[in-house]
């Protein structure tokens, strides 16, 4: 998950999550991340510039591995979508905290870098999930009535706030094992009507 980073980024990343998690983005702050890891600012600013410099990290982490994978042309539709969601689960359930950075739009509002890396993230993210779709589309194994990016709107939205739902809650339900009854349902309505 954290590849291409030194041990102490990889540190003051996970801090970091764990500041979001206790206490939101705003929460966030050089001093704090240095009391927690019982250091001085100076030495967290040997390994990032600045606050803004550790997000872009954490967005790279949540590019690098909830992305949908590419698959094989013979791996059946369903299969992918059904890889993906769970991917996505495992990610999010590892580390909570990415979902307070991934699914706050607002608190990058006054940065347009991170506003327009999210977006991208999400963009690509859609843009795989419809290629997945269309090509499901065209092999029969996914329901043709519905257009490819509704499709996708629809798994993308329902995910987002099955997600949310899990973190408003406290994440007091198992995220991976409630995904995967959400996802044999999302694999009841994205099959070919009969």
């Given at each position: ?28 702050t050089i ?151 959400l996802i ?11």
């Open positions: 998950m954290f590849e291409g980073l030194t041990d102490r980024q990889k540190e003051i990343i996970k801090v970091s999550l764990e500041i979001i998690s206790e206490k939101g983005i705003q929460g966030l001093k704090n991340i240095a009391v927690k890891t019982g250091t001085v600012e100076s030495a967290v600013y040997r390994h990032f510039s600045g606050k803004i410099d550790i997000l872009h990290a954490v967005l790279d982490i949540i590019k690098k591995n909830s992305l949908p994978e590419t698959y094989k042309d013979d791996t059946n539709t369903v299969t992918q979508i059904e890889q993906t969601l769970r991917s996505h689960f495992k990610t999010f359930d590892s580390f909570p905290a990415l979902v307070a950075v991934f699914f706050s739009e607002d608190m990058f509002q006054s940065n347009n870098i991170l506003a327009d890396r999210t977006k991208d993230i999400m963009q690509t993210s859609m843009n795989k999930m419809m290629k997945i779709i269309k090509n499901g589309q065209k092999k029969g194994e996914l329901r043709s009535d519905i257009k490819p990016e509704h499709l996708a709107a629809v798994i993308a939205g329902t995910f987002r706030t099955f997600v949310k739902q899990w973190r408003m809650s406290d994440y007091e339900f198992n995220l991976v094992q409630k995904g995967e009854e044999n349902s999302v694999k009841i309505l994205i099959k070919p009507c009969a």
